[in-house]
């Protein structure tokens, strides 16, 4: 008598088999059902079965069952499983702005759009944490002396649709000097954006700096030295706290979200 398999399913309706992954700290994946994507932060064991959690670039966690075919690893469905105790340190899977990492990546020759920003110190937090995702992008980033120079930096760059240009502005609040500046700039090709930090020190986490939060610097004051003097450091050097400071800065997770969403846009607006 013939023998048949208890599965009736068609073989081009099964599941084919996919890889399992080991769920490796700063893994990053992407949960099928939700569409969420980020680092493998932890994984733990519950009466329902493993979990995973998940930290996307903005720091917020979502915590997922540990289901077979559950999750994407470089668009590929995978079925993620707890790590073996004996495993080495992962290497790191992404870059320091959160994005996939590239291994070996070379870096791009540089595109005619330019992302500016306001001052050196602003220039070297964007290229300390989105530095590896501009040289493959091909993105150059330089720095203004101060914002009232904008309306005639963008008329000499002369943007283009494939020349575009994002700038980035400290303290741009609606009714401050910043705001009206860039209200000035009405290129298409053109994009200005800001945070709401008087000085791009701001946008760095209190906590990643050691301390419990920046402090209020009176108005008329000059905000540095207003700063280190108020944290017990050399007033004479700011350089030197803002090397601190930097120091201090190894990912997106030192800088406050106000930051991250507006650099993000203006990488993509230059490269799209």
């Not at 720091?59 to 997922?64: A, D, L």
């Not at 494939?162 to 700039?185: F, N």
């Not at 709401?196 to 906590?207: F, H, L, M, R």
């Not at 700063?227 to 700011?238: F, I, K, P």
Request: with cysteine.
């Amino acid at each position: 008598m013939r023998q048949y398999s208890p599965d009736l399913t068609p073989p081009w309706k099964r599941n084919k088999q996919v890889p399992e992954v080991p769920a490796e700290p700063d893994l990053v994946v992407e949960e099928v059902g939700t569409g969420f994507c980020g680092a493998v932060v932890r994984v733990e064991k519950t009466a329902q079965g493993p979990t995973v959690t998940l930290e996307d670039r903005f720091g917020k966690h979502r915590v997922f069952p540990m289901e077979p075919r559950g999750f994407l690893l470089e668009g590929r469905p995978v079925t993620l499983v707890r790590p073996s105790a004996a495993a080495g340190p992962a290497r790191p899977a992404r870059t320091a702005s959160g994005s996939m990492a590239v291994p070996g990546a070379r870096a791009r020759v540089a595109r005619a759009g330019r992302i500016y920003v306001e001052g050196k110190h602003d220039a070297e937090l964007i290229e300390r944490v989105w530095g590896d995702d501009l040289r493959i992008e091909g993105v150059a980033v330089e720095f203004l002396e101060g914002v009232d120079d904008l309306p005639a930096i963008v008329a000499d760059f002369d943007p283009g649709p494939d020349a575009r240009l994002g700038v980035l502005v400290d303290h741009l609040v609606p009714g401050t000097k910043e705001w009206r500046i860039a209200q000035s700039v009405t290129s298409e090709h053109a994009l200005v954006v800001g945070h709401p930090y008087i000085d791009i020190w701001e946008a760095v986490k209190p906590a990643s700096v050691g301390i419990e939060s920046w402090p209020r610097i009176p108005h008329g004051q000059d905000w540095k030295t207003g700063v280190c003097r108020s944290l017990g450091w050399r007033v004479a050097n700011t350089g030197e706290a803002w090397q601190h400071i930097l120091s201090r800065v190894t990912s997106y997770k030192d800088l406050e979200p106000e930051l991250l969403g507006k650099v993000e846009e203006l990488i993509d607006f230059v490269t799209a």
